[in-house]
């Protein structure tokens, strides 16, 4: 992919779109030379296949420059992904009527010195959305090992346009959060 240059292929992900075709989400980034990840001029990219994976369209920029989706979700026939910006500084929600087409939504959490990235989303049985966000904390923090180690639980209900965020997992850093139900 000239097209991006020489660019870290990184965070990919799959879902399926409305029409059955599947779709490959990823970031490509710039080389990372600061702890904050930031000047990495971030592309989120996605390509699709007709043919369950054998074949792929040519990846595409699906995101304003600088934003990184994580793990893309449909709910209610809307797709939703928690994007966290370069430099660790905020993330939100952004939406697509058919996951290819995506709008910039609600800020989820921005508190830059927190450091908030990865986010995971899970809609709730009751219809009310999770947002779990990743902080890495200031410098002594970075690494996992000491500080506060702490995952944020944000909250909104629909239309999903404003978000809460009253409790705090102490204790626990969800590093590349991945979140589902089993059974009930």
Request: negative net charge; hydrophobic residues 35%; aromatic residues 12%.
């Amino acid at each position: 992919y000239p097209e991006f240059g020489d660019r870290d292929l990184r965070d990919p992900s799959l879902f399926v779109l409305p029409d059955g075709r599947l779709a490959f989400k990823a970031l490509v980034r710039l080389e990372v030379n600061s702890t904050r990840d930031s000047n990495v001029d971030t592309i989120t990219v996605e390509a699709t296949s007709t043919d369950g994976g054998h074949t792929w369209s040519r990846m595409a920029a699906i995101a304003p420059p600088t934003w990184s989706f994580w793990r893309v979700r449909e709910h209610a026939g809307v797709y939703y992904s928690a994007a966290y910006e370069d430099g660790d500084l905020s993330v939100r929600l952004f939406s697509s009527p058919d996951g290819e087409t995506w709008t910039m939504g609600p800020l989820i959490y921005g508190i830059a010195e927190d450091t908030p990235l990865e986010t995971e989303i899970v809609f709730m049985p009751s219809g009310r959305l999770l947002a779990l966000v990743r902080v890495d904390g200031n410098d002594t923090e970075y690494l996992g090992n000491a500080g506060r180690l702490r995952t944020i639980a944000c909250w909104s209900s629909a239309p999903y346009d404003t978000f809460d965020c009253p409790q705090t997992l102490d204790g626990v850093r969800l590093d590349g959060p991945v979140a589902f139900f089993h059974g009930d």
